[in-house]
């Protein structure tokens, strides 16, 4: 039963080593993302705006209000004992 339990042990690692061999070695050799090949594509982009943007240019009716949530009271628990 020990050589049958060793044996096992084995074939478990050597699978695994394997198995991680494998993979490491599929995604060394995967396709690698596509790279824009000039600059006239990046340079369409439009940076982003800043965090801390003020609405105020924007119209009155599309004015975005920011209300900062309000902590919610705590509850009892739900599985409080009341004693015995």
């Known amino acids: 039963m020990k050589l049958y ?38 340079a369409g982009l439009q940076p982003l705006p800043p965090v801390g943007i003020s609405f105020a240019s924007q119209p009155a009716n599309n004015r975005i209000q920011w209300i900062p949530a309000s902590p919610k009271p705590r509850s009892r628990s739900v599985f409080a004992t009341r004693g015995s």
């Open 5 to 42: 339990k060793a044996f096992l042990h084995f074939i478990i690692t050597l699978v695994s080593v394997f198995a991680f061999l494998t993979g490491w070695a599929s995604l060394a050799h995967s396709l690698k993302p596509i790279q824009p090949a000039d600059q006239k594509v990046l």
